[in-house]
């Protein structure tokens, strides 16, 4: 690893960022569209957070502040790992790819922490129940889709992000979305909780518990917090592009992909309701856990892939 | 003073003087402790790496030891946390109504263990078991209750008594002699599996596993505050001790699942694991005390540990043996900070307390990176093993037990939270303005634990290619570790690369948020309240029942297990009752005749 390597990590961050700013706001437009308004400009993401950024904001002590720089490192860090196409990856070494599957799951789930944190150091319980229902949500969604990913090692053999892509772009090997279609329909649904989109919308909730673990933010902390949503639906995006969509092999098929599947998810979310978060548990832990086991008991007892 | 037996007899003797000590000044007579305990881990450090104790005896009769990587493990990691929670005696024992004996019980039970992990005998083994279980009996009433003792000893008991049983056939197996090697290497056909199931029970007792699990929370909860990490860091580990001699050691010849190669009794055993996995985090995610949350993610790394030793290959051992010591680090560490609240609140429940952070930032530091270790989240040692018993169960393709496994994972990040949210972040209470930091001796042992739970995240190279000794010594191959990466069985994990990373976003992180405009402080009391004026900082926390929406999704099936043990009570007594009713009547006939019964019963060989 030399210096050249972190560099491009922080990079590929960057990128992740100004991407999916930009498509965030390509996004807003389309459904403003839909909804027979104009929508605002594509860059109006940009100015907001550059809004907030330069505002002068209050501070509910070090814990508050701590929290969100813990959160943005943990998310900027895991960013840093993600590989756009086969070639570009930050950490690689004579053909070793650190880019292990765990380390998206439970690093984002350090940047998730330091947010709840400093959410509930806030001392606002609107913020406290927006926590829980952040991470009620995530116990919902992370299990089917663990089993979903649990199959995909199984049959690579590999956990690093890089192989299972170059394991679908092998010539008779399909992407997984083709290849396990029940597995991918999982993957999916699991990709909009983790994404916050309606219907799995509960834990931000704006007319509910005012926005949830958000509530106390202004100024710097919220555009901070802006910064760190948009980099981690980068990465939530991207690693469904990766283990599904048979990843990418230039930056051109990886936006392609990525912009595709991205609105496809926002379309869905525009026309749906909010469920309770109960309803969400019981969502996940009935059709997508029992779709991902039988996938799963397909491939791996059976040997069934198309 | 590298022999074995001498340190246990210096236990011995340092137990009585310091009894005597602390019976004069109790601050001394703890400090004496300190100062044994730490001769002990010194000797066992400076010696026992490479398996240079003196294993002579020459004045315990009946007693031999031996020494082998597997029992110096266990054992350094327990005089570890036994060292570690020693430093808390000063501050708490003055509130004990015994507390004279509870240094000597205390040093009384680490004799006890280092017996049990060096003996080369089954004999032995039970004896010093027993010793362990005795002293501790004594320790746990000291605390809150004394029903938490008897809890605590019903099922130890049972354990052992499954244990003293499966000893017997080994005993009877192997040609009269209870040595442990030979005698576990020749059980085989029907009595392997009697001698698998039995050792099994013990070890699920002493784990608290599903389904013995009910002592645990209670004892656990109950227990003095300074007991309760040696209970849940260091004793527990005794039933993962079995529980490796019984998996590893023994195969009962039973058939095999060919689609996840694994013998059907390990995988049985494997989804009794899961079961305590998901168990465990369900009824911690409900529960409303600090220290019996932390109880019952006890039992559900409990069921990780019986998870990795149940698949049977070198990666699955490696990520078992690094889980128990980075959960014996992460629940030292957790319950040692919760102890130091306890101190100076006088309470665990999580609704009575709040904003210890303001009060208490080095503890809460403490709790924060246990729990980061606990739920597996990098760059902490939880991490390293849950990745480990993760690539064991994907590549054995176990569907079932990853469901709990990652269940299990993702459930760690609510219930941990939890204490953090409730009791040191949100509103402070006007009650506890008064309290201070923990004093600094307690913080020493805070620091070193904080500092190894990193360093077990960040290079477990080290301590992994020690864990490859283990693993070679049981007959297996171990895992490829080079300096700083783990080579898993389908990918590779940098850890010090994870954590350099880690900490460059953080750099980044810090610079933008140090660049931009300084923010204005403002109170706690101070927040967004929909326009009412909320006076009391009691209503401003959200801490009762903080996951209420999922709990109501399995309320009515949460006490299905203390049902269970309640009807299983109550049909023992109403089986004392029928003994009494049919053997200890008051009428004279029915006492004699039972004793002719009983006589022809034990004379009816000789008169047929």
């Known amino acids: 690893m030399t210096i050249v390597n972190f560099l491009i990590g922080v990079g590929i961050a960057l990128f992740g960022f100004v991407l999916q700013t930009s498509i965030g706001g390509i996004n807003r437009k389309i459904v403003g569209r839909m909804q027979k308004r104009h929508g605002p400009r594509w860059y109006q993401e940009f100015i907001d957070i550059f809004k907030l950024l330069s505002k002068r904001a209050v501070s509910h002590g070090w814990i508050f502040d701590f929290g969100v720089i813990m959160a943005l490192g943990g998310i900027i860090g895991t960013a840093m790992f993600m590989p756009l196409t086969n070639q570009i990856l930050a950490f690689s070494n004579n053909g070793v790819n650190y880019d292990n599957f765990f380390i998206f799951v439970y690093l984002l789930a350090v940047g998730m922490l330091g947010m709840a944190m400093s959410a509930s150091g806030s001392g606002n319980p609107w913020a406290s129940i927006g926590v829980m229902r952040a991470l009620t949500t995530m116990l919902a969604y992370e299990v089917p889709f663990l089993i979903v990913v649990l199959t995909i090692i199984n049959l690579t053999n590999q956990s690093s992000l890089t192989g299972i892509m170059e394991y679908q772009q092998m010539a008779g090997n399909n992407w997984f979305i083709i290849a396990m279609p029940l597995g991918g329909i999982v993957g999916f649904i699991s990709l909009m909780g983790m994404l916050g989109k309606k219907p799995f919308e509960t834990y931000i909730a704006p007319a509910e518990i005012a926005s949830g673990p958000m509530v106390e933010y202004g100024g710097k902390q919220l555009g901070m917090l802006f910064i760190l949503h948009e980099i981690s639906v980068f990465i939530e995006v991207s690693l469904f592009v990766h283990l599904f969509l048979g990843g990418a092999t230039n930056i051109f098929e990886f936006l392609i992909k990525y912009f595709a599947v991205y609105t496809f998810a926002n379309l869905i979310s525009n026309v749906n309701g909010r469920f309770k978060i109960d309803q969400v548990v019981t969502f996940f832990y009935k059709w997508p856990l029992l779709m991902a086991v039988t996938q799963a008991v397909i491939v791996i007892y059976f040997g069934w892939v198309i | ?608």
């Open chain 2, 1 to 608: 003073m590298g022999s074995i037996e001498l340190l246990i007899l210096f236990l011995v003797g340092t137990g009585l003087i310091s009894y005597l000590l602390t019976k004069w000044n109790t601050f001394l007579g703890s400090v004496f402790t300190i100062f044994s305990v730490m001769f002990v881990f010194v000797s066992l450090a400076a010696y026992g790496f490479n398996l240079n104790l003196d294993e002579t005896v020459n004045y315990l009769p009946g007693i031999s030891f031996t020494q082998t990587y597997l029992g110096f493990y266990f054992a350094i990691i327990i005089v570890f946390v036994y060292l570690m929670v020693s430093f808390f005696h000063p501050y708490y024992l003055n509130e004990y109504k015994y507390k004279d004996s509870y240094n000597l019980l205390f040093l009384l039970s680490l004799a006890g263990i280092l017996g049990a992990f060096f003996t080369d005998s089954f004999l032995n083994l039970f004896f010093f078991f027993e010793l362990i279980i005795w002293t501790t009996m004594f320790l746990i009433p000291q605390g809150k209750s004394r029903e938490a003792a008897v809890s605590y000893f019903g099922f130890s008991v049972a354990g052992s008594v499954a244990m003293l049983l499966g000893i017997f056939i080994i005993f009877q197996n192997n040609g009269n002699s209870f040595d442990i090697a030979t005698g576990l290497a020749a059980l085989s056909g029907t009595n392997a599996i009697f001698v698998f199931v039995l050792f099994l029970i013990a070890a699920f007792a002493k784990l608290g596993s599903f389904p013995l699990h009910i002592w645990l929370p209670i004892a656990h909860g109950n227990a003095p505050h300074p007991f309760s990490p040696v209970l849940s860091g260091a004793l527990v580990k005794l039933g993962a001790f079995i529980a490796v001699l019984a998996l590893i050691r023994i195969v009962p010849a039973t058939g095999m699942f060919t689609a996840m190669d694994l013998p059907i009794g390990q995988y049985v055993v494997a989804l009794l694991g899961s079961a305590s996995i998901i168990f465990g985090t369900l009824m911690a995610i409900k529960e409303d005390d600090a220290k019996k949350l932390l109880a019952y993610s006890s039992m559900s790394h409990g069921g990780y540990i019986i998870v990795a030793f149940s698949v049977m290959n070198g990666l699955a051992f490696a990520g078992g043996f690094y889980h128990i010591l980075a959960h014996a680090l992460a629940s030292a560490g957790a319950f040692m900070a919760i102890a130091a609240v306890a101190r100076v609140t006088g309470t665990t429940k999580m609704k009575e307390l709040g904003g210890m952070i303001h009060k208490m930032p080095i503890t809460y530091l403490a709790y924060l990176i246990a729990i980061i270790s606990m739920a597996g989240i990098p760059p902490m040692g939880g991490f390293i093993s849950k990745w480990l018993i993760f690539q064991a169960v994907i590549n054995k393709g176990m569907v079932f037990v990853g469901i709990a496994v990652f269940f299990g994972s993702v459930g760690s990040f609510l219930y941990v939270f939890r204490p953090l949210a409730a009791l040191f972040l949100g509103q402070e209470f006007t009650e506890y303005k008064g309290v201070k930091e923990a004093p600094i001796m307690m913080l020493i042992p805070t620091f070193i634990i904080m500092g190894l739970n990193v360093y077990t995240g960040v290079f477990p190279a080290g301590i992994l290619q020690y864990i490859n000794n283990i693993i070679g010594e049981l007959g297996y191959t171990g895992i490829t570790v080079s300096t700083y990466a783990i080579n898993g069985s389908n990918g590779i994990l940098n850890p010090a690369l994870i954590s350099l990373v880690f900490a460059i976003g953080v750099a980044i992180a810090f610079v933008i948020f140090i660049l931009l405009k300084k923010s204005r402080k403002v109170d706690l009391m101070d927040t967004y309240t929909a326009a009412n004026f909320v006076h009391d900082e009691h209503l401003l926390h959200y801490s009762v029942d903080f996951y209420a929406p999922l709990e109501r999704l399995y309320e009515k099936q949460s006490n299905w297990m203390t049902k269970f043990y309640t009807a299983l009570a109550e049909k023992v007594k109403e089986l004392g009752r029928l003994a009494k009713y049919l053997f200890m009547s008051k009428n004279m006939a029915t006492t004699v005749f039972w004793i002719i019964a009983i006589l022809l019963f034990v004379l009816g060989g000789e008169i047929l």
